[in-house]
């Protein structure tokens, strides 16, 4: 066989990151990870589709950077160690210039997230990417969406609805908004960070947590549906960017920051006594019952309503 | 947020098999997975695309059978224990009828390769299939590319050739080739077996191994450079199928079983000393040098010329 355009690809992603756990990485059948005894492996698989997660005519470095980060969210939410990652790439066709952008991309994740790249695949296709994420955590020691108990506080961290407004302003120039103020909003949709140290350190606290990918009031009905509760979520206590509150139209900064999804912050529940982590805001209370109120939002789900 | 179309999808994967080591299946930001102590993890990632891994026509059923399969086939040559999958799929619309069959082939590949599926993801797009796998294996035991040495016998398992040929013999009725011929033929291409026992029993015995998936010469080429040693190939000693040697042009015969991809049977190489497995076939010996060599055979790769 003629060594052919989609091998070629490959060498692009022979050598991103390395860690201890990586007995075996890129080029055999599989990749072999070993854990320290006693931990146990977490695993999540998200795949972004162009067109659909995002712009076909995005640069390929930021594609590749916001494939892995959000699919790193999904260790963030679960409290987990970032260990490896595999890399799916379906693309139409072996460009030199796309696939160096897009490798540079991957590689910046793989560095920001911790998250050597131990193998994948390369198909020929309309473009997208699916990334599989594989962390760690001691043994029954992890985050879920099934422990939040009535009593326990709602919380999240950093501010919302900021990457839902970056989407919205990404192909215009909005002359209301500052270009410093533009600038911040469409990195939040680019370039998202997972809350992975915050996960980690809310291991063992929380008594659950999702990360915000769908939206605010959409990932608390999961959390709650998870964990047979109700949620009071207090819109006014929304936090809420100097960027984003700068914009002109309060409503519509209001339905970005409860329904706007992307901005992969951490949604989670705790304990009347526990303290809040710093760069965390109480957003509400979990009551027995089921679905989720926000004061004066109709429509909240089409499937879940909220039952008192 | 309302119950959309793509997360009724998510309704149809739910409950697909079940083990021990699965702490947490579908349903949650990520799935958990806790291996007895002393094993190491093995993953794979493999992607098929509608008209380049299958055609788009295909029954569904297949379509996922097929691609939990040729994933499955990447732990069979590494020797490891299947322990779980992941899916991530793309689909233009969510037809019911359409996600029944495929969630049928699912369910059965999970049967009978043991991998329960513990998470995945749903998208809207051109059809295409991302399987993960995992397996697993005791540290340090477990097969790869890059063990051949010189000495070593060249062993294939089952016969060579007939994915190829039932792919091609897919659409068309050639009067040529027996109804039981052309079903068999055709089979080998819908419903492949990935070689999971055998893997596991090769391992530790086999010096290297890899699934034949690109074809016998592409494959013998990978584990020659993987290993830094060259390979003979005898092309008599090919084991062909009753019912692709009944084919009616002998030379189209050989090119299958040369070059044919998606058998998914084992190449590996074995200690003279070592006993051959049954039903695995020595086609040829491992030598000090680089490439592949099949006599008569020419053009076998474009870039790893056989050197001796």
């Given at each position: ?26 080029g ?18 998200d795949?972004a589709?162009?067109?659909v997660?995002?712009l ?49 991309g ?60 970056g ?21 939040r ?14 291991n ?19 959390l ?34 409860l ?18 982590p710093?760069g ?24 879940d309503?909220?039952?008192?």
């Amino acid at each position: 066989m003629a060594l052919g355009e989609f091998d070629l690809i490959e060498q692009y992603f022979a050598q991103v990151g390395a860690s201890p756990s990586v007995k075996l990485g890129v080029g055999d059948d599989a990749a072999v990870l070993e854990l320290p005894a006693g931990r146990v492996h977490l695993i999540s698989t998200d795949t972004a589709v162009s067109g659909v997660h995002f712009l076909p005519d995005s640069a390929p470095n930021f594609i590749a950077y916001r494939a892995v980060m959000a699919a790193a969210s999904d260790l963030a939410a679960m409290g987990a160690k970032p260990e490896a990652m595999l890399l799916a790439l379906t693309l139409p066709e072996a460009n030199a210039d796309w696939l160096a952008s897009f490798a540079e991309g991957v590689r910046c994740a793989s560095e920001h997230a911790s998250l050597p790249l131990i193998g994948g695949d390369t198909t020929r296709g309309l473009l997208s990417v699916t990334v599989t994420v594989l962390g760690s955590a001691l043994s029954g020691q992890y985050l879920t969406r099934s422990g939040a108990q009535p009593g326990d506080r709602v919380c999240v961290s950093g501010t919302l609805g900021d990457a839902a407004a970056g989407l919205f302003l990404l192909e215009i120039d909005d002359t209301n908004v500052s270009a410093a103020d533009l600038a911040f909003l469409r990195q939040r949709f680019l370039r998202p960070t997972p809350q992975l140290t915050l996960g980690q350190m809310l291991n063992g606290l929380a008594t659950s947590a999702i990360d915000v990918s769908d939206g605010l009031l959409a990932d608390a009905g999961h959390l709650a549906r998870l964990s047979s509760v109700g949620l009071i979520v207090d819109p006014g206590a929304i936090p809420i960017s100097a960027a984003l509150r700068a914009y002109p139209d309060p409503a519509q900064v209001q339905e970005w920051a409860l329904r706007g999804g992307d901005d992969y912050e951490l949604l989670f529940t705790l304990p009347s006594h526990a303290k809040l982590p710093d760069g965390c805001t109480e957003i509400g209370e979990v009551i027995a019952g089921s679905g989720v109120r926000c004061d004066g939002v109709p429509n909240i789900t089409g499937y879940d309503h909220f039952e008192r």
